[in-house]
């Protein structure tokens, strides 16, 4: 028997969480600490980060001012969380309650939702939050739950074939701007398929580096 959740079609992904890609804030000081800690001021889903950790999400982690954390998605806003350490929020959308899909946006500040409100792909849920760095930063992460098993999923694999193209080929553009701005080897573009991720799916663990 197939479960509900199985059964559940694929959220198909109008943009990745931002209102544009060209607010992502390319400069050297991001990548300041990239030698010592590889930080960086973009990662890719399934970057490696400390620890031998996967990142399982987008991290936009070098925004301008006045950028908008965006649904990428149709749907209802199902949870908003208070971080207390980082002084700020996570807001969860899913398409529907109870769906088996949720994505999860995170370190947003002058949230612009409720709970249970309905917003379409676009609507803008926040802004992205000043880390202690003086960076602005924000993740968005994709994540489907059967039988209680959690998977992430790269965005770009989720997007609709009607942007898909387009995104790619900005996001492929932004990272090749990061490598000529810095003139450090940030990326491996090669390796990603499609562009952003260097994994289409990751499990929890995988995430953790376990």
């Given amino acids: 028997t197939t479960t509900t959740e199985e059964s559940e079609p694929?959220?198909?992904?109008?943009?990745?969480?931002?209102?544009?890609?060209?607010?992502?804030?390319?400069?050297?000081?991001?990548?300041?600490?990239?030698?010592?800690?590889?930080?960086?001021?973009?990662?890719?889903?399934?970057?490696?980060?400390?620890g031998g950790r996967l990142n399982p999400n987008f991290e936009f982690a070098s925004l301008k001012d006045g950028t908008k954390a965006v649904s990428v998605i149709d749907g209802v806003v199902t949870y908003i969380k208070e971080q207390s350490e980082t002084s700020d929020f996570e807001v969860f959308v899913q398409p529907k309650d109870g769906s088996s899909w949720t994505v999860g946006y995170d370190h947003l500040v002058n949230?612009?939702?409720?709970?249970?409100?309905?917003?379409?792909a676009g609507d803008p849920l926040g802004e992205p939050a000043v880390q202690n760095n003086g960076l602005t930063r924000f993740e968005v992460q994709i994540n489907r739950d059967v039988d209680g098993e959690t998977t992430h999923y790269c965005p770009t694999v989720l997007l609709n074939k009607d942007v898909k193209s387009a995104i790619e080929e900005k996001l492929l553009e932004m990272q090749r701007s990061w490598e000529s701005v810095t003139g450090k080897e940030l990326y491996n573009t090669d390796a990603q398929d499609p562009i952003g991720c260097l994994k289409t799916t990751l499990t929890p663990a995988e995430a953790e580096g376990n």
């Fill in 10 to 50: 694929d959220i198909v992904l109008q943009n990745i969480g931002i209102d544009s890609i060209d607010n992502i804030d390319i400069n050297d000081y991001a990548v300041r600490e990239f030698d010592t800690h590889g930080l960086k001021g973009f990662y890719v889903f399934g970057d490696t980060l400390s």
């Fill in 111 to 120: 949230v612009s939702v409720t709970k249970d409100q309905t917003v379409k």
